[in-house]
């Protein structure tokens, strides 16, 4: 009995590759089973082989286990379907081949073999650094220094956590991956909601900036050359920053699953067993969008968008449960629209957070695809 109820849980579980998660207590569960495939396979699996040698049950035991297994597959099987057509995708997106990366990258867009042996990346020990005191808060940034030497392009990154949490050590494995392909990263932190709303994330952006140029000489960084990403609200930030900003030498825009249009978002709220998003808007923007309509068409990139806004790549789950796969398409629409060039790469298993294993295969097409749209805007010369 034990064994068959261990088969049904895990059915349930690998139903995340499918669908939504209905609770953001189950959020990490939708994180885990897609992106740590091979963990959750091998516990099938197992539990095949117990069943195969038993007798109760053993019929519906099989049937649930094999199509279980087969479910717990499919993110490695789409993973190369959507890596058949990534390499030529980005090439007609941004001009980049795989024959223009050098140096560490990533070869292919997956490999199940590297779901194992990582990536290859060498640890890179960061610097914290004070960069300015707004509003009474002391704000610093990690520095990671490129694993190649001399004046390199920087890399600016900024966290996720709905406006109101987080910090500069989310998915820190990203910003030691991108050290390693040569950039000088600097990932920051931000004043949060409530006590601080908009636009206090953007000013904080801009003293980033303007600390990073102060500073360029002595930490080897080209200020012709920065690129963002963000996750989240941080990708929501980096949008508008670098729509709206007008900082010089930003040369491109990864955004993982961002917020773009606040008023729809407002309008369209998550489900509530995943977060009162509502809540959290008006936290961030200090109302609703009756009382501060300025503030909700100020923080909405997709209003923002011009023949001059920067390349930019997105990144969206089609399971995400936080923020709808259904607002990057529509900034791919509104980019497509004004003629700057982008790639939407969609994850058709993905959550919020597909990327945190940077080895499972949301994560390996992820950086395949981030750090050849980086090399196309600020390296590869046309």
């Known amino acids: 009995m034990v064994r068959f109820i261990l088969i049904v849980i895990l059915f349930i579980l690998s139903l995340v590759n499918f669908f939504p998660v209905p609770s953001h207590y189950v959020w990490y569960v939708g994180i885990a089973v897609p992106e740590f495939p091979w963990i959750f396979m091998l516990v099938s699996l197992t539990l ?7 007798k109760k049950f053993r019929t519906a035991s099989l049937i649930i286990g094999v199509i279980t297994f087969m479910i717990l597959t499919s993110p490695i099987i789409r993973a190369y379907n959507v890596g058949s057509h990534l390499p030529q ?18 070869e292919k867009p997956f490999s199940f073999i590297q779901m194992f042996t990582g990536n290859g990346a060498k640890d890179i020990p960061f610097k914290t650094y004070h960069y300015s005191k707004n509003g009474g808060v002391d704000l610093t940034l990690n520095f990671t220094p490129s694993a190649i030497p001399g004046v390199r392009p920087c890399l600016i990154v900024v966290h996720g956590g ?3 949490q987080g910090n500069n050590s989310e998915i820190a494995a990203a910003n030691n991956y991108f050290a390693n392909a040569g950039y000088q990263v600097a990932t920051i932190e931000y004043r949060l909601a409530p006590k601080f709303p908009s636009p206090a994330q953007q000013e904080d952006l801009h003293s980033a900036f303007k600390w990073l140029r102060k500073h360029s000489t002595e930490l080897k960084i080209d200020t012709t050359n920065f ?9 929501s930030n980096i949008l508008t920053m670098g729509y709206t900003g007008h900082e010089n030498g930003v040369k491109g825009i990864a955004a993982f699953y961002g917020a773009i249009n ?8 998550d489900n509530p067993w995943i977060m009162d998003s509502r809540k959290v808007e008006r936290d961030f923007l200090g109302g609703t969008p ?25 990144a969206h789950g089609i399971n995400d449960a936080h923020v709808w796969h259904v607002q ?12 700057v060039k982008n790639y939407l790469l969609t994850i058709p298993w993905g ?11 949301g994560g390996q097409l992820a950086m395949y695809a981030v750090e050849r749209f980086f090399k196309s805007v600020t390296e590869v010369k046309k």
């Open 48 to 54: 095949l082989i117990w069943t195969w040698y038993s």
């Open 89 to 106: 995708d980005l090439e007609k997106s941004f001009g980049v081949k795989d024959s223009d990366m050098t140096g560490f990258h990533q």
């Open 162 to 164: 709905s406006w109101k």
């Open 227 to 235: 690129v963002m990403m963000g996750r989240s609200a941080g990708a």
């Open 262 to 269: 606040m008023p729809w978002s407002y309008k369209n709220p």
């Open 290 to 314: 009756e009382e501060v309509p300025e503030r909700y068409h100020a923080e909405s990139p997709l209003f923002h968008v011009t023949a001059d806004s920067p390349p930019t790549l997105l």
């Open 328 to 339: 990057s398409v529509a900034m791919r629409n509104e980019l497509e629209k004004h003629k």
């Open 351 to 361: 959550t919020h957070g597909f990327e945190y294993n940077l080895n499972g295969p």
